[in-house]
């Protein structure tokens, strides 16, 4: 059963403008969290970044507008809008935003 935070069921939406860009800051949104994991929008102001961590889960970020560098155990990779890359579990990652961008994070348990 959706919660008011998450995405309206059976209802088109649009991707980006589920959650805005904040000045200086990383903006998240879950969509949907179920047993068999979960769908989180993201909002990186320019320059904004996610440290290097490591999750127990295969991670799917699909980026939806602007452009971003995304590492992964060392190696940075340049992604823009339409791409996606899969971050291996237990593999450390690391986001930073070149520009303004959103990425749909898909968490699979």
Do not use: C, W
Not at 27 to 54: C, M, N, P, Y
Request: charged share 15%.
């Amino acid at each position: 059963m959706a919660t008011s935070a998450e995405m309206p069921a059976a209802e088109p939406v649009a991707s980006t403008a589920l959650t805005g860009y904040q000045e200086g800051a990383v903006v998240s949104r879950t969509l949907l969290k179920r047993a068999g994991g979960t769908i989180t929008l993201f909002a990186f102001d320019e320059g904004q970044s996610l440290s290097e961590h490591t999750t127990a889960f295969d991670a799917i970020v699909h980026v939806l507008d602007g452009d971003a560098e995304i590492t992964i155990d060392g190696t940075p990779h340049g992604v823009s809008a339409g791409e996606m890359v899969l971050m291996p579990a237990n593999h450390s990652h690391a986001v930073y935003a070149r520009t303004r961008f959103k990425m749909l994070l898909t968490m699979l348990r």
